[in-house]
């Protein structure tokens, strides 16, 4: 029989520690979006000069303009999309997706969740007795374990700022 080691006697577990703030964001959907910007742009610029350079010279100024403002549109949103983040502070939850800023604050929030089919994580946000789901891009399933370490840490967060499912019915679907 071997003696018994103080160091190695296992320890009554400790609530996690969680910080003050958090700050997410999705690295995949980042890359993404700016892959997506750079091709769109490089097919843009193949696209304008495989018209020639005579159909190019019947374009008037105004519907040049008109075309360079839609791309550039729509290569800002591609963007702000990939740039979607989450911030938890002591105003409560904030969470950007794309050009949608929405502010939480931690008595509002009755959950977090992320299935197995879902592509992001959900903030289960209390409404009369009920919940509304409202996405986080921040959190993606594709992620792997970040993504699941991410939806750890917030829960944590969550829990230790005092969320709570008390007097809400959640959904089973």
Do not use: C
């Not at 700016?34 to 005579?54: C, E, K, R």
Request: aromatic letters at 6%; hydrophobic letters at 45%; proline letters at 5%.
């Amino acid at each position: 029989m071997s003696a018994v080691n103080p160091d190695e006697v296992p320890q009554e577990s400790q609530p996690p520690q969680v910080p003050e703030r958090m700050a997410f964001t999705s690295p995949p959907a980042l890359m993404t979006s700016v892959l997506l910007s750079v091709i769109l742009l490089i097919f843009a610029m193949y696209g304008w000069y495989a018209l020639g350079a005579d159909i190019r010279a019947q374009v008037s100024l105004f519907q040049g303009a008109t075309l360079l403002a839609m791309m550039l549109l729509m290569i800002g949103i591609m963007l702000s999309v990939g740039y979607s983040r989450l911030w938890a502070d002591e105003r409560g939850v904030t969470v950007r997706n794309g050009p949608v800023l929405r502010r939480f604050t931690v008595d509002q929030i009755a959950g977090l969740r992320l299935r197995s089919g879902d592509a992001w994580a959900y903030l289960l946000i209390k409404d009369n007795g009920t919940v509304k789901r409202r996405a986080v891009l921040s959190i993606q399933q594709l992620e792997g374990n970040a993504g699941k370490r991410k939806l750890r840490e917030l829960r944590d967060w969550l829990k230790a700022n005092g969320a709570t499912s008390k007097d809400v019915t959640l959904p089973e679907d």
